[in-house]
């Protein structure tokens, strides 16, 4: 177990870990798979804290992450027992949170994954996908998605404060529509500032999905900064409204999923 600081984050308590599958069965995708337990990203709304109950982690969500250090060792053997279907990249971590860039589990993964023609979609908020450009431009069915949330930085700040910045989300997916590989935007969930988004994004994505806040872990962080409003099905209905309005005339496909 190694314990470091990083540049932006907490303490953050690291534990190389072997685990027993990769491949899981997932409900939004065929499968999922999660190379690390944790997210450094530590983002306040995280649904996928409620790992934590069946993790035993005590530690707060983001201050640990568990390194599933025979991830590709795993998939390697899993993929000759499983019918081929779309794979998720990942479902409750960042698949590229700022230890990928040592432990490269992602990319062993997903090169595992398109030597072998299994259809991926990626989804992250790190521009550290963009190491990996070498290897999505060989799959044959490869997506890359970003949660862009908002497009005020400064309510990204308060909200994301250990995720990479909305420019450079927006930035990273414009690279990877011009290197060939399609891409789409999560609009999900809805922050204060969203409606402004389809500016950033013209250009840029191939589709769009939009959805509201759907669970109640930053409800405090909303009454501490007065923007109760902004959490109403009124606001969301609203800016999914407005995001679909844009589309249209950008002409880019926008799916609204509430
Ligand atoms: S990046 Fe995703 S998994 Fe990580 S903390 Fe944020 S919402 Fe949770």
């Not at 530590?42 to 790992?51: D, F, L, P, V």
């Not at 023609?117 to 290897?135: A, E, G, H, K």
């Not at 204060?192 to 999905?209: C, Q, R, T, W």
Request: proline content about 5%.
């Amino acid at each position: 177990m190694a314990e470091d600081t990083g540049p932006e984050g907490p303490a953050l308590i690291i534990r190389e870990i072997e685990a027993k599958s990769i491949l899981t069965a997932s409900k939004i995708y065929p499968y999922v798979i999660n190379p690390y337990v944790g997210c450094q990203h530590a983002c306040s709304y995280c649904y996928a804290r409620y790992m934590k109950k069946f993790t035993g982690h005590r530690e707060p969500w983001g201050s640990f992450v568990d390194v599933k250090v025979n991830a590709d060792a795993l998939l390697g053997k899993e993929i000759t027992r499983k019918k081929k279907a779309t794979v998720w990249v990942s479902g409750v971590c960042d698949p590229y949170q700022p230890l990928e860039e040592k432990y490269q589990l992602t990319r062993r993964c997903l090169q595992i994954l398109i030597d072998n023609d299994w259809p991926v979609v990626v989804q992250t908020r790190s521009p550290l996908v963009l190491r990996d450009i070498d290897i999505l431009r060989g799959g044959k069915s490869i997506e890359v998605g970003f949660s862009v949330t908002t497009a005020d930085d400064d309510i990204r700040k308060v909200f994301e404060p250990h995720a990479p910045p909305i420019a450079d989300r927006v930035e990273a997916l414009g690279e990877l529509k011009r290197s060939g590989i399609r891409t789409y935007a999560m609009i999900a969930p809805i922050l204060p500032g969203a409606e402004n988004l389809m500016e950033m994004l013209a250009g840029k994505v191939d589709y769009i999905l939009v959805d509201r806040m759907n669970y109640h872990y930053a409800d405090a962080l909303y009454r501490k900064l007065h923007l109760e409003e902004k959490l109403t099905e009124g606001y969301a209905t609203w800016v999914a409204q407005q995001i679909a309005a844009d589309c249209k005339h950008a002409g880019i496909s926008c799916t609204i999923v509430f």
